[in-house]
Antibody
Framework: QVQLQESGPGLVKPSETLSLTCTVS????????WNWIRQSPGKGLEWIGC???????NYNPSLKSRVTMSVDTSKNQFSLKLSSVTAADTAVYYC???????????????WGQGTLVTVSS | EIVLTQSPGTLSLSPGERATLSCRAS???????LAWYQHKRGQAPRLLIY???SRATGIPDRVSGSGSGTDFTLTISRLEPEDFAVYYC????????FGGGTKVEI
């Protein structure tokens, strides 16, 4: 079955750019919407945004000015960049696929296991 | 904005017992767009229920979802050791929001 794995630095300095990649295995990245979701310590789940396999993006308005997502179909990967990070961006970052192809329903299945990113000098 | 309130915050039960988790919406929502996830620490969250009552692939029939309007319920009829986790409800579709979670602990 499809599996997702996040990768990237676990520590980022304030004001710098957080960069994460999600590698998709066991299936193709084609035809699906691919999402990033985060959970800050002690807080709830927050949807960051999504990217379609074609490259079309949709971002959470609260983060839109700092977020860039992209997809590399040749590598079966998609990526997240979050600029000008602060301590408030410290969180576990998850990648997740929309459950059905062609549809942007925000119904997430499957998810990656998540990666902790700490923003600190 | 729809707010989903989950209760209780923590549910202390034993294996074999029945777990009943509540998710209440601040306004009426379509049951077609209500989901439940299970999350164990250090693992990938797992979709359990979508459309309020449809089980996702591989989810056992002791897990069930119900409800409509503003009140939704996730029921685990007989808790197995692997069921002790945090559970989130979510409204999806055009309006995306997560509940705050219910921890089911031994």
């Amino acid at each position: 079955q499809v599996q997702l794995q996040e990768s990237g630095p676990g520590l980022v300095k304030p004001s710098e750019t957080l960069s994460l990649t999600c590698t998709v295995s066991g299936g193709s990245i084609d035809y699906y919407y691919w999402n990033w979701i985060r959970q800050s310590p002690g807080k709830g789940l927050e949807w960051i945004g999504c990217v379609y396999y074609s490259g079309t993006t949709n971002y959470n308005p609260s983060l839109k000015s700092r977020v860039t997502m992209s997809v590399d179909t040749s590598k079966n990967q998609f990526s997240l960049k979050l600029s000008s990070v602060t301590a408030a961006d410290t969180a576990v970052y998850y990648c997740a696929r929309d459950r059905l192809p062609y549809q942007n329903l925000y119904l997430f299945d499957p998810w990656g296991q998540g990666t902790l990113v700490t923003v600190s000098s | 904005e729809i707010v989903l309130t989950q209760s209780p915050g923590t549910l202390s039960l034993s294996p074999g017992e029945r777990a009943t988790l509540s998710c209440r919406a601040s306004q009426s929502v379509s049951s077609s767009y209500l989901a439940w996830y299970q999350h164990k620490r250090g693992q990938a969250p797992r979709l359990l229920i979508y459309g309020a009552s449809s089980r996702a692939t591989g989810i056992p029939d002791r897990v069930s979802g119900s409800g409509s309007g503003t009140d939704f319920t996730l029921t685990i009829s007989r808790l197995e050791p692997e069921d002790f986790a945090v559970y989130y409800c979510q409204h999806y579709g055009s309006l995306l929001t997560f509940g705050g979670g219910t921890k089911v602990e031994i």
